[in-house]
């Protein structure tokens, strides 16, 4: 994978609603008071359905400690890729995958990072190395759904209970390397991975250390709940991957 440390936007991003009050306000400090909708009018429909956050964002984040920037188009260089791959379950529960990097790696062997890897020459930009990536490394055949998939990935999506991912989008980029969001719903359908025993670790006594998170069909990667990252040891992650999540 990429050695950019990572710094910047986070994955798991904001909603803006058009009928917020404070809709133009992102460079709001977080220490103000948290953000109360109106009990009247238009922007306290649905409250109950959805969150929202000090800055008056829709939110999966129940914390809102964060600057929420504004969404804006981000082009994919020909650079290396980093993806944080998440999948929404039945209850509508967010889990991050990560892997535990080879012990063998000269940069963070050992921890826990998300999926991601060098740009080829023959690859045009990030996008197509991140789905490569995604694929080489846990078998993941959804992403075979994904314009410019690998034909082997796209022969696997097509032939077993593999779905359209919900959304892949870029949201980050770093010195040397775009950061993307691969979103799928359920568990995803996984198959033989070419190379995860080769830039892998055994995950599962990290696990049983944490007694969190849930082993992935995909050698050396297990689900984490998203929203919990934060609370992951820093010494066995990813220098700021949490942030990224």
Same mark, same amino acid.
């Given at each position: 994978g990429s050695e950019d440390?990572?710094?910047?936007?986070?994955?798991?991003?904001?909603?803006?609603?058009?009928?917020?009050?404070?809709?133009?306000?992102?460079?709001?400090?977080?220490?103000?008071? /948290?953000? #109360? %909708?109106p009990s009247t009018g238009p922007a306290s429909q649905g409250r109950s359905k959805?969150?929202?956050?000090?800055?008056? %964002? @829709?939110?999966?984040r129940p914390d809102c400690k964060f600057h929420h920037p504004r969404p804006v188009a981000l082009t994919p260089r020909k650079v290396h890729a980093q993806v944080v791959v998440i999948r929404r379950d039945a209850a509508g529960k967010f889990w991050v995958l990560l892997?535990?990097?080879g012990l063998h790696k000269?940069? *963070?062997?050992?921890? $826990?990072?998300? =999926?991601?890897? #060098?740009?080829?020459?023959?690859?045009?930009?990030?996008?197509?190395t991140a789905i490569r990536e995604v694929y080489e490394e846990t078998g993941l055949q959804d992403v075979g759904f994904l314009e410019g998939a690998p034909e082997t990935a796209r022969k696997?999506?097509?032939?077993?209970?593999a779905q359209p991912p919900l959304s892949f989008q870029l949201f980050a980029k770093?010195?040397? =390397?775009?950061?993307?969001? $691969?979103?799928?719903?359920? @568990?995803?359908?996984?198959?033989?991975?070419?190379s995860s025993s080769h830039q892998s670790e055994e995950?599962?006594?990290? $696990?049983?250390a944490l007694q969190v998170g849930? $082993? *992935? /069909? *995909?050698?050396?990667?297990?689900?984490? /709940?998203? %929203?919990? *990252?934060?609370k992951l040891p820093r010494q066995i992650v990813m220098t700021g991957l949490c942030f990224r999540i």
């Open positions: 440390a990572p710094h910047g936007t986070a994955a798991l991003q904001p909603t803006p609603r058009s009928d917020s009050p404070m809709r133009h306000r992102h460079d709001i400090a977080w220490t103000q008071k /948290p953000f #109360r %909708m959805h969150v929202y956050c000090r800055f008056g %964002m @829709e939110c999966v892997q535990r990097r000269k940069m *963070a062997g050992g921890r $826990l990072s998300s =999926v991601g890897g #060098r740009c080829e020459a023959w690859e045009d930009n990030s996008r197509q696997a999506a097509a032939t077993s209970t770093g010195k040397n =390397v775009d950061w993307w969001v $691969l979103l799928i719903d359920g @568990e995803g359908a996984f198959g033989a991975s070419p995950i599962s006594p990290v $696990l049983d849930v $082993l *992935a /069909p *995909a050698f050396g990667h297990a689900w984490f /709940p998203a %929203m919990d *990252a934060a």
